[in-house]
Nanobody, 117 residues
Framework: QVQLVESGGGLVQFGGSLSLSCTAS????????MGWYRQAPGKQREWVAT???????NYADSVTGRFSISRDNAKSTVYLQMNSLNSEDTAVYYCNARRSLYMINWWGQGTSVTVSS
């Protein structure tokens, strides 16, 4: 059974930091590109960052320089370190596992991040 379990969300002050984790099970983690998406209230889900099978990283312009994505294949876990948080970062953050060649796209249940001013 495929599972993606996010953790680490919560309430943080403007300018603060938060670290999210997503632990995967039920599939070969190291064969999947892993990503983070977010959905703010009243908005569509948007891509935040991706770490590829090879360890390459990509970021949305809105988080470049503030967020850092990483993975630990031994722990089947992907992380998102978020710094200099602002109100626009308030959202539910979702973990994503993707293997495009096989059209596989799995989602976690989400973890909520609220940035207070």
């Amino acid at each position: 059974q495929v599972q993606l379990v996010e953790s680490g969300g919560g309430l943080v002050q403007f300018g603060g930091s938060l670290s999210l984790s997503c632990t995967a099970s039920g599939f070969d983690f190291d064969l999947f590109d892993m990503g983070w998406y977010r959905q703010a209230p009243g908005k569509q889900r948007e891509w935040v960052a991706t770490v590829t099978v090879g360890g390459g990283t990509n970021y949305a312009d809105s988080v470049t320089g503030r967020f850092s994505i990483s993975r630990d294949n031994a722990k089947s876990t992907v992380y998102l370190q978020m710094n200099s948080l602002n109100s626009e970062d308030t959202a539910v953050y979702y973990c994503n596992a993707r293997r495009s060649l096989y059209m596989i796209n799995w989602w976690g249940q989400g973890t909520s991040v609220t940035v207070s001013s």
